[in-house]
């Protein structure tokens, strides 16, 4: 993957808890419905925290 799409990808990306605060949605919510598969899972990174993109965000509420 070039650099240009990494860029894209990360500028797109938002914590989980970033993702509750802008939906309205509570975190265990978000964790049920990613593990359910209700959300698109989100890519690997390399820390710890999972994280999701700003488009999953309007398929939350």
Do not use: F, H, W
Not at 18 to 23: A, C, I, Y
């Amino acid at each position: 993957m070039d650099n240009g799409k990494q860029d894209e990808q990360e500028a797109n990306r938002m914590r989980i808890s970033e993702l509750s605060r802008r939906s309205g949605v509570s975190i265990p919510t978000i964790k049920y419905y990613l593990r359910d598969g209700l959300l698109p899972p989100a890519a690997p990174r390399p820390r710890t925290r999972p994280s999701t993109t700003r488009t999953t965000c309007a398929g939350c509420g």
